[in-house]
Every structure is written in structure tokens, then in C-alpha cells.
């Protein structure tokens, strides 16, 4: 399984929201770099890296910090939020990103996010399916849609995606565990994905849960930041 610490940022900072909340944000770090060196340090190689301020404004902002990270560490960077044109994705390849992370566009311009998986690949593009009720959220989750969860995964499956980020936002960042329903029934509907489960990973029991569950990666957040997950436990599960 694919161990995938994850680094948000607002306003150049290391932060934490809690179930997409803006208003209930934690700082850790204001120097991004120095958490993923620490990550790199303990045996990580992929990071998945979140622009809030970019899925907030709806275009990339945080260029330059997804620069340093790619020249200063190893790490294999997955990018996410803001990223809306063909110029955002560009520029997001261009600083050192290896894969992007498509959420909101997949939703709102179909064809463009199609091109993207014709254009660039379905190695470097991942599908963002963060939901709440089973429904797909976007806009920084502070956005509702009617579609299903599955129905839209199942969607880009046949359009080529073979990686697929889901994060129930009623889970992320309480510490209570992941929505471990979620991730089965998302397995036995797309039995083709390639499943990230993300949002409320506490312990290192919920990462051995979704271990023997054959999930394909997990990101884990808060746990880490508040040292309920000490990295080097990781190291079993890479």
C-alpha cells in the first residue's frame, strides 16, 4: 500500500482544516519544506500536495512552494486544488509535480479534465472524488453536487482513469476514523480503480484496516501532525 503524508497550505503555511472547514484551520508548520524533508527523512516517497488557497480562488497559487519541494526532495508530488486551465496544469508540471489531482474540473468542465486524461496521461492524472453523504463536493468542498460518488468514478473509469483520491469530508480531520463503508462500496462498484482513501485516518490501526482491505494508498494528515501516527510506524507498510 502506498503511504501518502499529506501537506495543505494557506497562505504559504502547513495547515489542517477540519471537514473542509476554512474557519476551523490549525497551523503546524510555516515552512512546508522542512515537513516534507522530515517526510522524505522517514522513508516517504509521494506526497500529496494541497493549494487551499487555490481551490478557494479557483486558480493555482502556490506555485512556488510546489517548486521548492520538488527541487529540495525525492519525493513523488501528487498536486491539488485550483488547478482550472490548461495554463494552471502546465505551469503545475512545469514546477515539479508528477501527478495532479482533478476534483472540482472533473465536474464543472468535463471536456477540458477528458483532454487532460488524453493529453497527458493516465499515469499523471488522478481523479478527485471527495464526497459528502456519498454525494461529490468541489470548490474546497464548500460546494454540493447531486452526483454519486460511484456514478462518477465509475464515469472517468471508462474514459481511461485508473487512480481515483476519495475523501468523505464528514470525516476529514476529526481523528475518528476513515468511512471504511465508503471505500468498500466504492471497491466493489469500480472494481477497476486504483483507491487513495483519505479523511480521518487516526491510528495505525485504520491504516492496517485499509491495508488488508487491498486499498492502493492512503493519505494521512492530522494523525501524523498530532503524533498519533509516528512516521517510522509507517515504514512496515511501504
Not at 486551465?85 to 468542465?109: H, L, M, R, Y
Not at 488524453?118 to 499515469?123: F, I, K, M, N, P
Not at 476513515?178 to 482513501?197: G, H, M, S, V, W
Amino acid at each position: 500500500m502506498h503511504i501518502i503524508p499529506a501537506i495543505d497550505i494557506i497562505d504559504g503555511k502547513c495547515v489542517r482544516l477540519t471537514k473542509g472547514d476554512f474557519s476551523k484551520k490549525t497551523e503546524y508548520n510555516a515552512r512546508p519544506l522542512e515537513v516534507a524533508q522530515q517526510f522524505e527523512d522517514a522513508g516517504i516517497k509521494r506526497l500529496h500536495l494541497v493549494d487551499l488557497d487555490g481551490a478557494r480562488q479557483k486558480k493555482v497559487i502556490n506555485y512556488k512552494i510546489l517548486e521548492l519541494i520538488a527541487t529540495q526532495t525525492n519525493l513523488l508530488i501528487d498536486f491539488g486544488g485550483g488547478i482550472q486551465s490548461d495554463n494552471d496544469i502546465k505551469a503545475v508540471f512545469e514546477s515539479g509535480a508528477k501527478q495532479v489531482t482533478g476534483g472540482s474540473i472533473a465536474v464543472k468542465n468535463v471536456e477540458m479534465f477528458e483532454r487532460w486524461i488524453s493529453l497527458y496521461g493516465s499515469e499523471k492524472i488522478i481523479l478527485g472524488a471527495d464526497c459528502k453523504n456519498e454525494k461529490i463536493a468541489v470548490g474546497g468542498w464548500e460546494e454540493g453536487t447531486e452526483l454519486w460518488v460511484y456514478d462518477f468514478i465509475e464515469k472517468y473509469i471508462e474514459k481511461g482513469i485508473k487512480y481515483v483520491i476519495s475523501t468523505d469530508v464528514a470525516k476529514d480531520g476529526l481523528l475518528e476514523g476513515p468511512n471504511f463503508d465508503l471505500y468498500r462500496n466504492i471497491q466493489d462498484k469500480t472494481p477497476k480503480c486504483n483507491l487513495i482513501a483519505s479523511g480521518g485516518i487516526s491510528n495505525l490501526d485504520d491504516v492496517e484496516k485499509l491495508f488488508l482491505a487491498n486499498i492502493y494508498g492512503v493519505i494521512i494528515g492530522k494523525a501524523i501532525y498530532e503524533n498519533k501516527i509516528n512516521l517510522l510506524d509507517l515504514k512496515k507498510f511501504l
